[in-house]
């Protein structure tokens, strides 16, 4: 879909740890998204990024940072996981009224 | 902030019969998407409703948008077992610069 990859697919990782998530899309596409899905929660905006190094908050950002120095390239850090945070992970981009193309998702698991 | 409410949560239907899920906002709208979730996947977009009162129709699959832009309405006739997964409404607000999504409707489909 759209040439949008994200990995990890799966991580595991220990509470207290720094973890980064990769997106990356070929299209050149300017707005780029990192949503949070949870059992009956749907999906919750993490952050947001309008283009190069412009981002924002979204309903969910505490204890999330995130980096675009590339337009291709949108990277979620959690900056020191928590239990909480386990969760399946999923980056988007916005095509206008083609709706939001989403990549396969990373599910992280903080044990 | 925004809300948009979702029922049912969960749908079980026997094949052949029909499945409606309902989509309300708490603020008005400018668009909302519709997006449909399999088991272990990523949301695909199915459609984007933009005036007031609008139908559209992809095959066994009817999307309304409401007269007042808030609220909207997702029908499937006769369901099949590959109609199964969850579907999500995406309401963008007028005075809001992103979608917010409801927390889905899962369908799942009795042979």
């Known amino acids: 879909d759209a040439g949008i990859t994200q990995s990890p697919r799966h991580k595991v990782t220990e509470t207290g740890t720094p973890v980064t998530l990769r997106c990356h899309q070929t299209e050149n596409h300017r707005y780029m998204y990192w949503y949070r899905q949870d059992p009956g929660h749907g999906l919750r905006l993490i952050h947001y990024?309008?283009?190069?190094?412009?981002?924002d908050k979204g309903e969910v950002s505490d204890g999330y940072s995130v980096s675009r120095s590339k337009t291709e390239d949108f990277l979620l850090t959690l900056e020191s996981a928590t239990s909480s945070q386990t969760s399946v992970y999923f980056c988007a981009i916005s095509i206008g009224a083609r709706g939001y193309t989403f990549g396969s998702g990373t599910r992280l698991t903080v044990v | 902030g925004q809300q948009v409410m979702q029922i049912p949560q969960y749908q079980h239907v026997q094949e052949g019969e029909d499945f409606t899920t309902y989509c309300n906002s708490s603020?008005?709208?400018?668009?909302i998407q519709w997006y449909k979730q399999r088991p272990g996947g990523h949301p695909v977009f199915l459609i984007q409703?933009?005036?007031?009162?609008e139908v559209k129709k992809q095959k066994r699959l009817t999307f309304q948008f409401g007269e007042a832009k808030k609220n909207s309405s997702l029908h499937i006739t006769a369901t099949q077992t590959t109609d199964v997964g969850t579907y999500f409404c995406a309401g963008l607000s007028i005075d809001a610069g992103k979608s917010t999504f409801g927390d889905g409707t899962t369908l799942t489909v009795k042979p």
């Open positions: 409703l933009v005036k007031s009162g």
């Open positions: 603020t008005t709208l400018s668009n």
């Open positions: 990024s309008y283009g190069v190094k412009d981002t």
